[in-house]
């Protein structure tokens, strides 16, 4: 029995920190009740420390280390809130590149190595500062390059938070909240999926790669169980489909598994980046004549480079009709599940077996927020349970099935739900859903300006599905000449020489890259909810002032 | 070429965050100029907010967001801080236990669910508060229930920052810094580790787990590389070898690459826990005698329940006799070859061909932190790379060497050095030894206190190797009762009983398990720099208080 001290605080009831009748009789909690009334509402203040002459050591747990720890910290947030700041400041560079020599001969005192004394708390705020300038922007209204892009606050706030408990997610009895967090959040995410009843299984893990990882796990379990104990000789060969489009950690996750990658099958796709059904039914009756056993497609919801979706519906008739496992690959277009408007584009995405999402991308989580969803109930646990005794003990006092450990192939596990569940509860599904929609309206704002637009031309026509807007510049000196291999090797170079010096003047970045028989082309994304219009406008004037006289 | 602004600030020189000649010519950054001559030295204020009215969107990107924002994140800080300076307060408890199903139900309004419409700023507020009030405190001197404990404020104010500057180590273009930090770091641990030059290759990984994971997958690509494109039915029926009492990583890094967890042969230990050389040599004969092929040793150094340190160098000696690679699983160990008086338990790791080693066990590193470092260059890359046009475009402007992506199974990649890299700077290579002898030196006097003390057995005779000192409490009803099955199934539960009793009182929290034929036994390990004598007398009176009547 806890007795409980209730006491108000300004705008909200808080139950105390208290001790039970048990505890106290060991006497060693004589200050308890004093610390209890007083030490919550005790507010800081900042004051102007000497930091020259203050070491690691003189901070908690050292004697008298609370003062010098407050402050160390209160002047670390002082750095950090004026680098949010000027995150959102037009005026400011998204980054101030150096090259790799430069940053390691060191940059007017920033020295990278590490050395056996200690060094005054002093440096280490200035490493800090340097830390920041040194680096790049990710959040910052111009910075395009990735599809985890933005920097949310309550996000931010709720990682602050999350290495502050500094636990892990293995059990309930180190980590109850977050658990439970966890359960919650993945349930509304099966249920947004369209599974009945939210039922299923899930967790969060360390991106995109290892989620979709997981999938074919998961689906190599369900069919040959076996492989666990006996390994892959005891399964017949297996072939895993996915598109030519698709991200490669499917390959990747073939190699790792056993299987090999030339028997991860690519698909080909049409024009858009979507895979074309009738091929995949090709291919799958042509590995069964060769005598090898389709296992596994990937759907994926929101490809990499142009942002396609997979008719997800068409590919599930055909999982159905061979009986193959349904991975829906979300992590990029998983997000639009969220929007009434958008989610349409991954109708069947309920026929999935497993879905990989990464609220880190379109949803504006910070780094790194990845699910992966599974529909069968207990397969994950099936799969990889090794029933460690000394960390999941079966006799604990509370119903030890809410310890997650055992599911994943990690041990430790990062807590990723905090700031995803934060921002959740800060924004509303509702927030989502107003955050998808207008980074979709931005996108199509940009489709629409370039389009027709002198010196443009599209890498694929009409509109696109996600936010992915690919597109090649071409400077007046290629727009007259013949299409061949001499403009294709000249125009191949645009891209890469305008990306290097919007780094070198730090204005702004965008990804390029090839694809297929596709020379260097421009994949513009906007994940950010900084992103205004005039941010597009300027990355486009940026692309003409540097790339025109290539 | 940059123009660049120096100027004073209190106590260093920063240099400023100038924007080229060219930016300017656009004109599109009037006010930089007149911006950058002030921003750096605004310092925050704290003001009384009224957050009832204040939601999410209100803060930056939004327009007027700044203030707010500021304000927010400095409530959370307060929060934080107070979290911090609690933590480190004997007299406040290290949980506030609750079951499941009392957290689902909703305590006193910390409602977990999540709804459609934006809650307040206040409420988010409220949320943090009681997020951190029903979690358990991994920092309090008296938590010793896992590997992984302690809160470090310069590991913190890390982890805070990478938050803050939320990037992803895939490439050298979006973390330059946070790259060569890796790097450097890297390459001075496997100086440590005593290979030549610090030669090798290395990674972060999200956890032990996956590095031991990393081992097996490089030793399958070294000896049969064509296994990453054809599948395991390219290689014969493969044997891995670890301990009995070795991480369980092991086995399931055996089921998940298709090897099967039975081609993991568990080896005999001693009674201390230690691999026995001839066990492994006689396994690996009738291995070969069946016609399997022996593949991956697994030597431990520290072990998760014992501490024990399996003999590397014998093991070492028959992995060159028989050609098979040679893993160090030194997670939980690796942080003694900091110390020079400890280090030698370790002695042959410079034999080995890969080693896990967790800085954010023993180090006392914010979670997460657990680096794979492998002998041979190249073939981290060799084994794992895709080659993603991409992310991983081979025209950049810079030495893409750099680019780290391609060597690891993940795609995206969480910041894990940053902390780890400061908290270096902050106490030198020195500091990390002394916070290792010292919790040595903790253990050894916990040891000698109940090594003679009535009521105490030990698990296993003589002074731990690591801090892990595993031993019965006897609680007086059992001290007269004859050896045998009755004794043994009422002892069984006594660390159960006990150990939920304390998490009730939430006083403290040390593990149990059982090993082998041994039954629930307490497990103490020191990792947290806070702890002192005090703490390990507090936790033997609590033993002791709590077990006096089963």
Redesign the interface.
Known sequence: K?REITRRQP?????N?S??E??R??G??K??AK??MC??S???M?AETD??NL???D???AKN??EP??Q???E???????????T??????VL??????Q??EG???FN????????S????L???????????R??H?RFF??L?SG?D??G??G??????????MFT???????V??EQ??LK?MREIIGWPNGDGDALFS?????SN?YSV?VARYKYFPE????????AP?LVLFTSEHS???I??A??????????VILLKTDERGRVIPADLEAKIIDAKQKGYVPLFVNATAGT??YGAFDPINDIADICEKYNLWLHVDGAWGGGLLMSRKHRHKLNGIERANSVTWNP?KMMGV???C?AILVREKGILQGC?S?C????F?P?????VT?DTGDKA???????DI?KF???????????FEQHIDRCLELSEYLYNKIKNREGYEMVFEGQPQHTNVCFWYIPPSLRSMPHGDERREKLH?VA?KI???M?????T?V?????GDKV?FF?MVVSN??VTKSDID?LI??IE??GHDL
């Open positions: 806890m705008g909200f009831l808080q139950k920190n001790l039970d048990k505890s009789m060991v060693a909690f200050e308890s610390n209890q030490d919550n005790e507010r800081f900042r930091f020259s070491f690691a050591r901070l908690l747990p280390g609370e720890t407050i160390f910290l209160l670390v947030v002082e750095i950090l809130t004026n680098y949010v700041r000027k959102f400041d037009r005026s400011t560079k101030d590149f150096h090259h790799p020599h940053l390691l940059m007017e005192g990278l190595e590490l050395s056996d004394q200690p060094e708390l002093e440096q280490i200035v490493d800090c500062r340097d830390t920041l300038k040194y680096g790049v990710t959040g209204p390059n990735q985890s920097l606050i309550i931010l706030a990682e602050w938070l999350t290495s502050t408990a500094n636990t892990n309930y009895e180190i980590a109850p909240v977050f439970l967090m919650l959040t509304k360390p991106g995109g790669a290892i990882m796990m492989v666990k104990t006996k390994g892959m000789s005891a060969r991200h490669y950690s390959k990747k073939g190699a790792v598994l056993g299987f090999g990658k030339e028997n990499t480079v880190h910070p780094l790194q990845s990889n090794m460690a005794g000394y960390l003990q006799d604990k006092q509370y119903d809410y192939i990690q041990c430790g596990r990062h807590v905090f569940w934060l921002m959740w509860k800060a924004k509303g599904t509702i927030g170079r890469p990306k290097a010096m780094m070198e003047c730090g204005t970045m990804g390029y890259q090839p694809q260097n994949r909810h900084a300027f004037n940026e002032r540097l």
